[in-house]
């Protein structure tokens, strides 16, 4: 059984850091790209960041460019996603997923998602 479990969220003034960890298990994370999605409430989930199996690859939506780096140790089984000069409008539960084959941007086309985890960032 393939599990995502995030952590690392919480409350944070605007400006502070963050960093948000995925911890799988059921699959061997070498073999999937993995992506971070958020949804903040009365909005659709949208794109955070990915990165492919290999980490050769990154993506990031242009709101986080410079600020999030998405990372991953395939033999701890986790990927990161390192959040700094956090504002207002980062705050929303933040979700990790996995794909077999490239990373994407789009939320479909991932197969398997973790329950999330709440960022709350202060003005």
């Known amino acids: 059984q393939v599990q995502l479990v995030e952590s690392g969220g919480g409350l944070v003034q605007a400006g502070g850091s963050l960093r948000l960890s995925c911890a799988a298990s059921?699959?061997?994370?070498?073999?999937?790209?993995m992506g971070w999605f958020r949804q903040a409430p009365g909005k659709e989930r949208e794109f955070v960041a990915a990165t492919s199996w290999d980490s050769v690859n990154t993506y990031y939506a242009d709101s986080v460019k410079g600020r999030f780096t998405i990372s991953r140790d395939n033999a701890k089984s986790t990927v990161y996603l390192q959040m700094n000069n956090l504002k207002p409008e980062d705050t929303a539960v933040y979700y990790c997923a996995a794909r077999g084959g490239r990373a994407l941007s789009t939320s479909r086309d991932y197969h398997y998602w973790g329950q999330g985890t709440q960022v709350t960032v202060s003005s």
């Open positions: 059921g699959l061997t994370l070498s073999s999937y790209s």
